[in-house]
């Protein structure tokens, strides 16, 4: 099993950028891609942004496309999402999560991070 860890949040100005990185620990022998999901306060969990193991392939949806570039550091088992243009609706705690495959379906992700809180002010 892999080991998680999120770090990078805070609090930012609305138009104003963060990144947030996820460190692995335990097997990160196996080749895991990698992904951000993100919790509003009274709202689901949603996908953000994943990437391969190899970081060739990255995949994003809806408004952070654009705004947010995941990459990573294997040297470093590291993954980070660099958020740029926030806005208040970005508020959210964010978590990484490790998955066999590149997907945006929560199910499929089975090592999760415990969260960094995020919080854009207009």
């Known amino acids: 099993q892999v080991q998680l860890v999120e770090s990078g949040g805070g609090l930012a100005q609305a138009g104003g950028s963060l990144r947030l990185s996820c460190a692995a620990s335990?097997?990160?022998?196996?080749?895991?891609?990698m992904g951000w999901f993100r919790q509003a306060p009274g709202k689901e969990r949603e996908f953000v942004a994943a990437?391969?193991?190899?970081?060739?392939?990255?995949y994003y949806v809806g408004s952070m496309k654009g705004r947010f570039t995941i990459s990573r550091d294997n040297a470093k088992n590291t993954v980070y999402l660099q958020m740029n243009s926030l806005k208040p609706e970005d508020t959210a705690v964010y978590y990484c999560?490790?998955?066999?495959?590149?997907?945006?379906?929560?199910?499929?992700?089975?090592?999760w991070g415990q969260g960094t809180h995020v919080t854009v002010s207009s």
């Open positions: 999560a490790a998955s066999p495959r590149l997907t945006a379906l929560i199910g499929e992700y089975d090592a």
């Open positions: 335990g097997r990160t022998s196996r080749n895991y891609a």
């Open positions: 990437i391969t193991w190899s970081g060739g392939n990255t």
